[in-house]
Structure formats: C-alpha cells, structure tokens
C-alpha cells in the first residue's frame, strides 16, 4: 500500500483516486491480465462471429479428405474432408457456453449452498458442509462420468456433470466469507439497526464475498472446459459429429500421422482457452487479494 | 489427539457412505435400462426379466438400497453387471496398476516439479524464472489426452524410443501376480528384462498423468519459496553467515514445505481421477479404464465399488496429510 501512496504524491493528484480506478490501473498494469484478457476476446470474437469467418463445419468432401493446410482451407480438412478451421472455430463457441455455463450454475449453487450454511446456523452448516464435503470426495470426472452416462450422452448433460463437480468449491468459499463478515462491524451496526437476515445477507454479506468468488471462477471456466473436453474425449459429452473440441481430438487421434493438423487444432484451441482464463484469474487474484499486494 | 483421530476416522466412513448413496441416487435417475444396455437392444422379454431379477433390478428402489448397504456392511461391494464377477474381485484385479501409474506420476512430478519452482524462486524474474512459468502455464492448459496422443506419436511412432500402450511386451513372459504391481512383480520373479521393460512402459503414462500436477507444483513451490525467502529469519540467516546453500536448504526449504505438502495430498486424489483419462489412452488395466467401462454401460454396482474405493483414498490421504502437517509444523496441535 505505500508504494501506491508514494506514486499518488508524485503524481500530484488532488483527489484520492477511487478504489475502482485504481484497481483497474494496477490491472492494465499487469502484463499477463493484459494477454489474458486479449485472448479471451479475441476467443469471444471467433465464437460470436463463427458463422461469418467460417464455412460450414459439418460438410463432408470425401475427395478432399485429411489435405494440408492450404488458401482454400487454413487449417486444412480432416478424415472426412471437413474444414478444421471451420470446425475450431464453431468449437470455441461450443467449449466458450460449456464452461460459462458450468461456472454459472456452480457459483449460483454455491453461493446458496454456502450463504445458507453460513449464516443459519449450525445445524443447517453441518448438513450442507458435510454434504459438501461428500462432492469433494468424488473423484471429480468419475462423478461427472457417471452422471453424464445416467442421463444421456449430450452437451447439456456434460454441463449439468461438470457443475456437479464445480459448485463445492464457491459453496466452501461463500461460507468460509459469509462466517467472516458475520462478525464484522458493519454486519452488527446493520443488524443493530433492525436490518432483516435475508437483507444483511443479500445487501452486506454477498457483495462482499464476490472478490473471492470471481477469482476462483476465472479458473474454473477453464478447468470445467478442460473436464468437458475429456469428457467427450471418452465418449461421454458431446457426439460426433459434433465440433467440439474433445471430440475433434478423439475422432482425428487416428490420423495424427498423415493430417495433424486435424487433431492438433481443436487441441491448441483448449490449451488457448484454458491458458487465457489461467493468465487472467492470476491477474485477478494478484489485482484484487490485498494479501497478494505488495 | 485419540479424540481427533477418531472423529477424522469417523468423517472418513461417513465420506464413504455419502459417496455410494450419492452413486447410488444417480444410478435411479437413469433414463436408460442397464439390463438392456449388457443384453442388447434385441434382448427377450423373459430374458430383460431374468436379469433384473437375478440382480435384483426389479424390487422397489429402498429395497434394493437395503440390500446393497447390508451386503456393503459384510465387505460384499455386490456383482458387476458386465463381468459378472464381484465387484470386489474387479477392484482387486484393477486398482494396483492404478496405484503403480499414480504412484509414479507423483513421483516424477516431485522429482521435476520441486526443483524446478526452488530453482524459478533463487533465480527470479531471470532465465530460468521464466521458463519455469512459461512450461508450468502450458503445462497447466495442456488437455492430458492431447498430451499422451502426442508424445504417443512422437517417442513411440516417430523416433521408437519408447513402448506403446500396455504394461509389458507381449513377447515378454508375464510375471507370475503377486502384487499386481508389474515393476514390482518383475523384480520379485527376477526377471530383469521384464522389469526394464515394464519400467520403459510406465515411463510415458506417468510423465502424462503427472504433468499437469508437476506444472502446479512447480508453480506452488516457486510462490512458497518466495515468501520464505523474503522472511526476517532467513535474513537473519544470511547475515549471521550462513552459505547460500545452507540459507536455502535449512532454512527456506523446510518452511516452504508446508504449503507444498498440502498440495501433494489433493494431487494423489486428482491423479486418481486423472487417471481415467491416461489408463484409456494407454490401454493401462487400471480401474480409471474399468470405471470408464462400467459407466458406459451402465454397470453402477461397480461405478459404485469404483467411487466408494476412490472416496475412501481420498478421505484417507486427507487425513494423513493433516496428521503430517502436524508432524512438521510444531505450532499445529489438534485436540
């Protein structure tokens, strides 16, 4: 903190710069929260702009089948003649929704599961806890396997698999920070003041808890599309002829030798991904944990 | 401390019956028939009915949840619906490759990882600072799959140096089991071939499984490291004269081992987990690849034998890493 402080007084600033402006200078101020984020949109551009940059990804062209990279086709085609790079690109949307959806239902899970247990009470804590620490005892893409093969093999399935494996972790956080705040002073003065549980919870407690949380899910986007792609890697998530990237590597493995392109594409497109929302949840962490700070 | 241990052994046994009532809840939300999905889709009518009822398929769900908790209680994990053999039988068969492939993906990620964030700490924000990060940050992006395709191709295919999938050369006399641990088995029926040979065999599996915990781990103890170092005691240490080498190994490393250890312990349950993946590219016999089986079709007495075994492990590892802790870090005392 003094160093902020030092660099304030050299800048001359007349007013105190506001919380919000200075977080965001320290993240432009951080060279992989730069990269990530870049590689984020420029990710979200591909997804959203698919159906314009690229052709059709399911076109079969037998007699142009496993050809290298060439103007007509940038990545080249794979063992059925379809354009990889049509299909990398019409995957990022597929693994983009799987793993904000993932990420969403965890958070939306574990901030109930986790503001429940933390502020009711402790016999509503140690059921909810106790059965928390059931899900985290699973090993993670067993769980998720065995329900994406109870309830059918489709991408909707492998979300509602990989968020059953995602949420204990917000749910142990939430908790972990709603027990914190309980004691603060600002929680009593509110409750001092005859404030309701539901309006302490939802107006004090949760808007203090989302520094942790939005940390934490920045990692997991990229972990919950890592888990999905393995998932349908083994014939769990999404089908052929589906373009989603666990399943392009595992249709085109065979052909690694003529065409590796085929495999190797929608393979750099998980590692891009996962790698942009890795950088960018360090940042976070670096920019928004005031223990991280120096 | 009796009384800690007893309550964390009681957390241990309640872990595990959450993880099969957990399996077992999902296995009667099943839209597909599991007697349809081991017969076939052609399968008779007497014969749907002959199996349901020889597995009990067909009684009221609490029934048959009795049923399985009584024959659990006995030590029977019941019968797989596609082996037809007890579960426990399976398990037995299965899970000490699993250990043999986890045990040394753990083993090569202490071995590399270690050094490598101790390294990336002395030698901050310089060389090999930052390729440390730069492979610990590909490492940790790497889908395991995409991995084991690729030095697959390129160790085996390509340039010969390693074996392909499997335990041993299929030229090469199989060891009479004892263990079910191939190096180990090898070396207790002294054959020394085999034993290099299922080594070179383990060697490719266990890099790829324990790549990404090697990346984190690297990661882990680089950031450890790094705190420790810039601690008052070890300026101490160096001002009262302490060789580098003696500031780092005395000092920092025993200190930063504390974080470092907590890791240790939640990556042996991901390498079980990860496993899955790994032992299905390898052709590894590991119960990774009999879950995968089982799941796609359906057989849930040996999903449930597989997460039970597996929640166990994990509860267990927990445990000891906690009792562990407390062994190192004097300050930590559990009552």
């Given at each position: 903190m003094?160093e902020?402080?030092v660099?304030e007084?050299?800048?001359?600033r007349a007013s105190?710069?506001t919380?919000?402006s200075?977080?965001i200078r320290?993240f432009?101020?951080?060279?992989?929260g730069?990269?990530?984020l870049?590689?984020l949109?420029l990710?979200?551009?591909?997804?959203?702009?698919?159906?314009?940059?690229?052709g059709?990804?399911?076109a079969q062209?037998i007699?142009?089948k496993?050809q290298?990279?060439?103007s007509?086709?940038?990545l080249g085609?794979?063992?059925?003649g379809?354009d990889?790079w049509?299909?990398?690109?019409?995957g990022a949307?597929?693994?983009?929704?799987?793993g904000f959806?993932?990420?969403l239902l965890s958070?939306v899970?574990?901030?109930?599961?986790?503001?429940?247990a933390g502020?009711?009470?402790?016999?509503?804590d140690?059921?909810?806890m106790?059965?928390?620490d059931?899900?985290?005892?699973?090993?993670?893409?067993?769980?998720?396997?065995?329900i994406?093969a109870?309830l059918?093999r489709?991408l909707n399935?492998?979300?509602?698999?990989?968020?059953?494996?995602?949420?204990?972790?917000?749910?142990r956080?939430?908790?972990?920070?709603a027990?914190a705040?309980r004691e603060?002073?600002?929680?009593e003065a509110?409750?001092?003041l005859?404030?309701s549980?539901?309006?302490?919870?939802?107006r004090?407690i949760?808007p203090?808890?989302?520094?942790p949380?939005?940390?934490q899910a920045?990692?997991d986007?990229?972990?919950?599309?890592l888990?999905?792609?393995g998932?349908s890697?083994i014939?769990f998530?999404?089908?052929p002829p589906?373009?989603?990237?666990?399943a392009?590597?595992?249709?085109?493995?065979?052909?690694?030798?003529?065409?590796?392109?085929a495999?190797?594409a929608?393979?750099?497109?998980i590692?891009l991904?996962v790698?942009?929302f890795?950088?960018?949840g360090?940042?976070?962490r670096?920019v928004?944990d005031p223990?991280?700070r120096? | 401390?009796?009384?800690y241990?007893v309550?964390?052994?009681?957390?241990?046994?309640?872990v595990?019956w959450g993880?099969?009532?957990?399996?077992?809840?999902?296995?009667?939300v099943?839209?597909?028939?599991p007697?349809?999905?081991?017969?076939g889709?052609?399968?008779?009518?007497?014969?749907?009915?002959?199996?349901?009822h020889?597995?009990g398929l067909?009684?009221?769900?609490p029934v048959?949840?009795a049923?399985?908790?009584?024959?659990l209680?006995r030590g029977d994990l019941?019968?797989?619906l596609?082996t037809s053999?007890?579960?426990?039988d399976?398990?037995?068969?299965f899970?000490?490759?699993?250990i043999?492939?986890?045990?040394a993906?753990?083993l090569?990620?202490?071995?590399?990882?270690i050094?490598a964030?101790?390294l990336a700490?002395?030698?901050?924000?310089?060389?090999?600072?930052?390729?440390?990060r730069?492979?610990?940050?590909?490492?940790g992006?790497t889908?395991?799959?995409?991995l084991?395709?690729?030095?697959l191709?390129?160790?085996?295919g390509k340039?010969g140096?390693?074996p392909?999938p499997?335990?041993l050369d299929p030229?090469?006399?199989t060891?009479p089991?004892?263990?079910?641990?191939?190096?180990?088995?090898?070396l207790?029926?002294r054959?020394?071939?085999?034993f290099?040979?299922s080594l070179?065999?383990?060697?490719?599996?266990a890099f790829v499984?324990?790549?990404?915990?090697?990346?984190?781990?690297?990661?882990?103890?680089?950031?450890?490291m790094?705190e420790?170092l810039?601690?008052?005691?070890?300026r101490t240490?160096?001002?009262?004269g302490?060789?580098?080498?003696?500031?780092v190994l005395?000092?920092?490393a025993k200190?930063a081992?504390l974080?470092?250890?907590?890791v240790?312990g939640?990556?042996?349950?991901?390498l079980?987990?990860?496993?899955?993946?790994t032992?299905?590219?390898?052709?590894w016999?590991?119960?990774?690849r009999?879950?995968?089986?089982s799941a796609?079709?359906?057989?849930?007495p040996a999903v449930m034998?597989?997460?039970?075994?597996?929640?166990?492990?994990?509860?267990l590892?927990?445990l000891a890493?906690?009792?562990?802790?407390?062994?190192?870090d004097?300050r930590?005392?559990?009552?």
């Amino acid at each position: 903190m003094g160093e902020v402080k030092v660099q304030e007084g050299w800048e001359g600033r007349a007013s105190r710069p506001t919380l919000r402006s200075r977080t965001i200078r320290r993240f432009r101020r951080n060279a992989s929260g730069i990269i990530g984020l870049a590689l984020l949109i420029l990710l979200v551009a591909m997804a959203v702009l698919s159906p314009v940059i690229s052709g059709d990804p399911l076109a079969q062209d037998i007699l142009n089948k496993l050809q290298s990279p060439s103007s007509q086709h940038f990545l080249g085609t794979d063992q059925l003649g379809r354009d990889v790079w049509a299909r990398v690109v019409h995957g990022a949307a597929i693994s983009l929704r799987i793993g904000f959806l993932v990420v969403l239902l965890s958070v939306v899970i574990g901030v109930i599961v986790g503001l429940t247990a933390g502020s009711l009470g402790r016999v509503w804590d140690n059921v909810l806890m106790r059965i928390t620490d059931i899900f985290f005892a699973f090993p993670s893409l067993i769980l998720a396997m065995a329900i994406a093969a109870a309830l059918g093999r489709d991408l909707n399935n492998t979300i509602l698999a990989v968020a059953a494996v995602t949420w204990p972790v917000y749910a142990r956080l939430v908790r972990a920070q709603a027990l914190a705040l309980r004691e603060r002073e600002f929680v009593e003065a509110a409750r001092a003041l005859g404030t309701s549980t539901p309006r302490i919870l939802w107006r004090h407690i949760l808007p203090n808890t989302w520094t942790p949380v939005l940390v934490q899910a920045s990692f997991d986007v990229g972990g919950a599309i890592l888990t999905a792609a393995g998932l349908s890697f083994i014939g769990f998530g999404a089908q052929p002829p589906t373009p989603e990237w666990g399943a392009m590597v595992s249709e085109t493995r065979d052909y690694i030798r003529e065409a590796p392109w085929a495999a190797s594409a929608p393979a750099i497109g998980i590692m891009l991904t996962v790698l942009a929302f890795n950088l960018l949840g360090d940042a976070l962490r670096d920019v928004l944990d005031p223990r991280g700070r120096d | 401390m009796w009384s800690y241990l007893v309550r964390r052994l009681f957390f241990v046994i309640f872990v595990a019956w959450g993880v099969t009532f957990a399996t077992f809840f999902i296995a009667q939300v099943v839209p597909a028939d599991p007697a349809l999905a081991a017969l076939g889709d052609n399968a008779r009518e007497e014969q749907v009915q002959e199996f349901r009822h020889r597995y009990g398929l067909d009684k009221p769900k609490p029934v048959q949840y009795a049923i399985y908790m009584n024959r659990l209680l006995r030590g029977d994990l019941g019968q797989s619906l596609r082996t037809s053999r007890p579960v426990a039988d399976d398990l037995k068969e299965f899970f000490p490759a699993t250990i043999e492939l986890s045990l040394a993906a753990l083993l090569v990620s202490l071995l590399f990882g270690i050094p490598a964030g101790v390294l990336a700490a002395l030698r901050q924000n310089r060389a090999p600072d930052l390729v440390v990060r730069l492979l610990a940050l590909l490492g940790g992006a790497t889908p395991v799959f995409f991995l084991a395709i690729l030095l697959l191709e390129l160790l085996h295919g390509k340039l010969g140096l390693l074996p392909g999938p499997g335990r041993l050369d299929p030229y090469l006399l199989t060891p009479p089991r004892v263990t079910g641990v191939m190096t180990l088995d090898t070396l207790i029926a002294r054959d020394g071939k085999a034993f290099v040979d299922s080594l070179r065999h383990l060697l490719l599996p266990a890099f790829v499984l324990g790549a990404a915990s090697l990346a984190l781990l690297a990661r882990m103890t680089r950031g450890a490291m790094l705190e420790v170092l810039s601690q008052d005691y070890v300026r101490t240490a160096r001002s009262k004269g302490l060789s580098e080498r003696g500031v780092v190994l005395r000092h920092a490393a025993k200190n930063a081992a504390l974080p470092v250890l907590t890791v240790i312990g939640s990556l042996l349950g991901s390498l079980l987990s990860g496993a899955v993946l790994t032992e299905t590219i390898f052709s590894w016999p590991g119960i990774g690849r009999y879950v995968t089986v089982s799941a796609a079709s359906l057989d849930f007495p040996a999903v449930m034998g597989v997460t039970l075994l597996a929640g166990l492990v994990y509860a267990l590892i927990n445990l000891a890493v906690d009792l562990l802790y407390a062994a190192i870090d004097p300050r930590i005392r559990y009552g």
